[in-house]
């Protein structure tokens, strides 16, 4: 393999970050949450307020965006093969899959349809747990990176009665979250204007409605990353698998920065400075590097059986 990932044998941790600034001008919009809005705090140490511009659980979602091709209702060519589960409709159209579903396996089309395989498959392969007893996450792991390796990046908790009593959970190998440092909102706002009856009922859309809005300015901008490898590791899934989990890693880091920036019509950011904190002197490598050698490690990973040799498919009823 081209890539060196030496310095990574016996790193607990890779941490990657990336300084941002705002692609145009100096102003950005942050992530807003339900009844708090922009999540803004103290800095710790210094006396200066800190802003959450995306969150952990948005950035998991962006990575995976920049795997999946939307037009071609596939991986993106250096994933193609990858294993997932696929939810078909009765009519035998497409609906979702577990790339896409916002809890992977643990969608409701795959484990609360009628059609039980992906169930079935699960206490097979797992055991007939009881609920006194230890989880196996190792096999847990093992059995989920055969049929949704990209499950096993982002982490799984399949919340049902039925398998292990709810307790069957991998926690998130890659995290990754952007803050800003001595964030200032930067208020302004508009108008929608109404070119027919400016004075028209607005509860109804129409008339003349001005607005306010908060974006912010800071003094600086870091996306970080964060790899868990010992956490990998602990999964005993042998060498090849690793290796495809950390480039598979390392291929949504990339591809996030190189084209998955524009986070909203106001958050659009360029990346101004990658550097690797932990392990010392470890070599990041291109998007283009890591494209090239991932489709051999996915032939190889089927070829061993540590792959599915298809993907699994779910029938899931609509209503009309």
Sequence with gaps: MAIS?????????????????????????????????????????????????????????RMEKVCWDEAAKDWRPPLKGLPRVDVYDQHGELLTNS????????????????????????????????????????????????????????????????????????????????????????PNGGVKNDRVNPTGPTNQGFGNVPFHRDEYVARRIDAYFVLDLALLRSYGLGDIAETFLILFALYKIQHFLD????????????????????????????????????????????AEGLFAAENLRVRYDVKS
């Design 5 to 61: 990932l030496e310095r990574l044998n016996a790193a607990p941790r890779l941490i990657i970050r990336a300084e941002l600034v705002p692609i145009a001008g100096r102003r950005f919009q942050p992530t807003g949450f339900p009844d708090l809005g922009a999540a803004e705090y103290d800095h710790p140490t210094e006396p200066y307020r800190m802003l959450l511009v995306e969150s952990p659980q948005s950035m998991a979602n």
């Design 99 to 186: 790339v896409l579903e916002a809890h992977r396996l643990n969608s409701p089309y795959i484990l609360e349809s009628k059609d039980t395989t992906v169930m079935d498959l699960l206490k097979r392969e797992l055991g007939l747990l009881g609920e006194s007893l230890p989880v196996d996450v190792s096999k847990l792991a093992r059995t989920v990176f055969k049929y949704d390796p990209n499950a096993v990046l982002h982490g799984l908790f399949l919340a049902k009665k039925e398998l292990a009593g709810g307790r069957l959970r991998l926690a998130r190998l890659l995290s990754a979250f952007i803050e800003a440092e001595d964030a200032r909102v930067a």
């Design 259 to 302: 084209e998955g920036l524009r986070l909203r019509t106001a958050c659009d950011f360029d990346v101004k400075h990658v550097e690797v904190l932990r392990p010392a002197r470890f070599q990041l490598p291109t998007a283009d590097e890591i494209d090239r050698e991932l489709p051999g490690l996915i032939e190889r990973l089927r």
